[in-house]
T-cell receptor, first 113, second 113 residues
């Protein structure tokens, strides 16, 4: 039982490049989330999903897209990376809503040059 | 948008000391959560509070939901080296499945040299 896993762990991009971050959970959770963490700002919600085939915008969705084609996977895409997207990205999942215990992955550190 | 202010931003602990941190909001919340993040890991839920005035313990951790519903505090008693990390508070305005969390900026706990 791996919990929540994220790939890759680290990535460096040049401005304008694209990439996809993969999140996988093996707990059969309905809800999945993508957050970004910047120094001194806590976690900010980018997008979330309340079930397979659904996605919704969070607090800071601009510049990102997501897809939830399978219940266990939640993908975060950056179509044209910008330096402002340099951050640590966390995926999380929960059985029910936001205040059900959210289980976080180990994070992906992304640098955009 | 809603803002959560955590204080102190950082603190040094000596083994055996009790430490305290708090979180204040300009808005009322109906749920308060406290998370801990170890270096290189994702946050882990420590305590959840659902009722104004509620005092809840989890081992050496005690958290309270302020009666004004605009604040919460977390105490750690008899601190040990593994208490080092970043502690985040999070609040939810409405206890509904689709209602998002707002995170504070974190309190970084370090060991006194």
């Amino acid at each position: 039982n791996a919990g929540v896993t994220q790939t890759p762990k680290f990535r460096v991009l040049k401005t304008g490049q694209s990439m996809t971050l993969l999140c996988a959970q093996d707990m059969n959770h309905e809800y999945m989330y993508w957050y970004r963490q910047d120094p001194g700002m806590g976690l900010r919600l980018i997008h979330y999903s309340v079930g397979e085939g659904t996605t919704a915008k969070g607090e800071v969705p601009d510049g990102y897209n997501v897809s939830r084609l399978k219940k266990q996977n939640f993908l975060l895409g950056l179509e044209s990376a910008a330096p402002s997207q340099t951050s640590v990205y966390f995926c999380a999942s929960s059985l029910g809503g936001f205040t059900d215990t959210q289980y976080f992955g180990p994070g992906t550190r992304l640098t955009v040059l | 948008g809603q803002q959560l202010n955590q204080s102190p931003q950082s603190m040094f602990i000596q083994e055996g000391e009790d430490v305290s941190m708090n979180c204040t909001s300009s808005s009322i919340f109906n749920t308060w959560l406290w998370y801990k993040q170890d270096p290189g890991e994702g946050p882990v839920l420590l305590i959840a509070l659902y009722k104004a005035g509620e005092l809840t313990s989890n081992g050496r951790l005690t958290a309270q939901f302020g009666i004004t519903r605009k604040d919460s505090f977390l105490n750690i008693s008899a601190s040990i080296p593994s208490d080092v990390g970043i502690y985040f508070c999070a609040g939810q305005l409405h206890r509904a499945a689709g209602n998002k969390l707002t995170f504070g900026g974190g309190t970084r706990v370090l060991v006194k040299p």
